[in-house]
């Protein structure tokens, strides 16, 4: 099958897993071409079914913003024409499904129906699709999708609460490679950081204030009281200023490093014990996922998609969100139990073991066929 995929760029989740699905799509013999106004972040490798077309918006003095979203759809035009692909999947509803659907009608008048997939991640539908300025493009661009997925039954639920959804959404789980995500030897590693057998607590996210990462820190000053640890602070964004000047207040900067943006964050989570995720609202809660898979329990909060990931009281623990109180108490309560903490370990690799690629590729394959099926049958019918 041709698939096209169009995804943001970055290091945010919908990214990553819309790159990760492609890659595992190529390796399945598929042929993958990724449209974007920047190579993604995680298409790092030369693969002989991946191809990657740039978006470049034009720079006119008339334009205060250049016009991506026109930009975009004329190359999802010229790529679905000209590679003849079968299928486009995008990832983000805004702009993407709005964009694809013009896309769309486009390709009708030149006599190709291009069926249209729209993965839900999360923020697209609770934070910005619930803008006013959005909502009625974002309901009727999901609607006007020939396939719906969302990440998590949470999200699903969300989806039909905030709009007036009258197709189906397919709730297929964001999934983990362990070809890369995996618990391997960093012992060297980790006497670098805690050269005195100190406990090792890790955070990954892009510093938004939807993600807490005060209350990280808040959380670390507790468990430092109580327990030798260091923490490690991975990712970069727009709270990182006030988390930095937070650590200097309680004077634990010398306990607390900022990692920055790191390629490798697997080799980090390997030398972790636990990861903290104290999240207002994730839809997946695909950080925590990563970590788990490197046998790393997780403390979050029990917000969206977290407990279908988190199992409290098997694999972390799960607390409300702001009760920063609650979770210092649930990590000391492992930490301090060498046992215990090994049995979370273990129930946290089985629990990531669910969503390995290998498990959920095949369930987006079938869909794919699905809606390609489907889509065939509407076209022979009318």
Not at 138 to 154: L, M, P, Q, R, W
Not at 252 to 269: M, N, P, S, T, Y
Not at 310 to 320: A, E, M, P, R, V
């Amino acid at each position: 099958m041709k698939i096209g995929i169009v995804c943001y760029p970055t290091y945010g989740g919908s990214g990553v897993l819309a790159t990760e699905l492609g890659k595992g799509l190529a390796n399945n013999g598929h042929q993958v071409h990724f449209i974007t106004y920047r190579q993604p972040a995680r298409l790092t490798t030369f693969h002989e079914n991946i191809f990657y077309h740039e978006v470049s918006g034009s720079d006119y003095p008339l334009f205060e913003y250049p016009p991506y979203d026109t930009a975009l759809a004329s190359k999802l035009v010229d790529v679905v024409l000209y590679e003849n692909l079968d299928l486009l999947h995008v990832h983000y509803a805004i702009p993407h499904a709005t964009v694809a659907y013009l896309a769309k009608k486009i390709l009708l008048t030149k006599g190709k129906y291009i069926p249209v997939i729209t993965t839900l991640h999360g923020t697209d539908i609770t934070l910005v699709g619930r803008n006013v300025s959005f909502t009625p493009v974002v309901e009727f661009s999901i609607n006007k999708s020939d396939g719906v997925t969302a990440v998590s039954h949470s999200l699903k639920q969300q989806t039909l609460e905030s709009f007036d959804i009258k197709t189906d959404i397919e709730v297929i789980h964001n999934f983990i490679d362990f070809d890369r995500f995996r618990k391997t030897n960093k012992d060297h590693f980790k006497k670098l950081i805690a050269p005195d057998g100190e406990r090792i607590l890790v955070h990954v996210s892009n510093f938004r204030k939807v993600k807490r990462v005060e209350d990280v820190v808040k959380m670390f000053e507790k468990v430092y009281r109580k327990i030798p640890s260091k923490l490690l602070l991975i990712g970069d964004g727009p709270e990182r200023e006030t988390t930095e000047r937070l650590c200097r207040e309680i004077g634990l900067c010398h306990e607390i490093r900022f990692l920055g943006k790191q390629d490798a964050v697997e080799e980090l989570l390997a030398i972790g014990d636990l990861f903290i995720m104290p999240s207002a609202s994730e839809s997946f809660g695909l950080a925590a996922l990563e970590a788990m898979a490197c046998e790393v329990p997780v403390i979050s909060t029990n917000v969206g998609g977290l407990p279908e990931v988190n199992i409290h009281g098997q694999t972390g623990y799960t607390s409300n969100v702001g009760d920063v109180d609650d979770m210092a108490k649930n990590a000391i309560d492992l930490l301090q139990n060498e046992d215990k903490l090994a049995v979370f370990r273990k129930n946290a690799l089985a629990q990531a073991q669910q969503f390995d690629l290998q498990q959920i590729l095949p369930k987006y394959e079938a869909y794919y066929k699905h809606i390609v099926e489907r889509t065939v049958h509407r076209a022979e019918v009318t």
